[in-house]
């Protein structure tokens, strides 16, 4: 079955930037998503199609992808970004729907 | 404001049965696809099952196939899924999401843009 794997954890201070990777075969081809999930409450779409920031997210988050690599980046970090972060995909059929193992970004 | 709420959650005994519900409200049911993702206790998301906007289309993940049916009332602006055969590795929060997508060229991306808050299920003897 498709996998993409993720770094378990990022540390950063307040005000420095946060990267958090997700590798995946078929990320070349099918876009990459985040999700924020804080504890205890439900995920949230912070970038969609690799690099496209819904409405209400603040700037300071970012998407790209390159190759078989996708990568969230937080600018300027803030306490309240600490959470756990998912990357999503589809594998290269679009059939089977996967969520990255997961990041918790820790901020202090 | 765009709400989805689950319910049905609780505990039950390994080969036990449940049903979970999701109601909606703040958009248009009838027009969006939607799916169940899951979280064990201190583990990641896995998608579940999805439904098309008519109900007339159904996927679901090799770990529930045959265990579990997703179905949906757009008169009641809601999701269901019927969850049989419990094992103790079902345990889990079970979210509800609304599907989203785009197409680029002839490809079809889904995703999931709102989630609800969760219902959970605990199978334990």
């Known amino acids: 079955s498709y996998e993409l794997t993720q770094p378990p954890s990022v540390s950063v201070s307040p005000g420095q930037t946060a990267r958090i990777t997700c590798s995946g075969d078929a990320l070349s081809k099918k876009y990459a998503y985040w999700y924020q999930q804080k504890s205890g409450q439900a995920p949230v779409l912070v970038i969609y199609?690799?690099?496209k920031r819904p409405s209400g997210i603040p700037e300071r988050f970012s998407g790209s992808s390159s190759g078989t690599m996708a990568t969230l980046t937080i600018s300027g970090a803030r306490v309240e970004d600490e959470a756990d972060f998912y990357c999503?995909?589809?594998?290269?059929?679009?059939?089977?729907?996967?969520f990255g193992t997961g990041t918790k970004v820790t901020v202090l | 404001e765009v709400q989805l709420l689950e319910s049905g959650g609780g505990l039950v005994q390994p080969g036990g049965s449940l049903r979970l519900s999701c109601v909606t409200s703040g958009f248009t049911f009838r027009s969006y696809a939607m799916s169940w993702v899951r979280q064990a206790p201190g583990k990641g998301l896995e998608w579940v099952s999805g439904?098309?906007?008519?109900?007339?289309?159904?996927y679901y993940a090799d770990s529930v196939k045959g265990r579990f049916t997703i179905s949906r009332d757009n008169s009641k602006n809601t999701l269901y899924m019927q969850v049989n055969s419990l094992r103790a590795e079902d345990t889990a929060v079970y979210f509800c999401?609304?599907?989203?997508?785009?197409?680029?060229?002839?490809?079809?991306?889904?995703?999931?843009?709102?989630w609800g808050r969760g219902t959970l299920v605990t199978v334990s003897s």
């Open positions: 999401a609304k599907d989203s997508f785009t197409i680029s060229g002839v490809v079809v991306y889904w995703y999931f843009d709102l």
């Open positions: 999503y995909s589809t594998d290269s059929t679009g059939n089977q729907r996967v």
């Open positions: 199609e690799d690099s």
């Open positions: 439904i098309s906007d008519t109900g007339g289309t159904t």
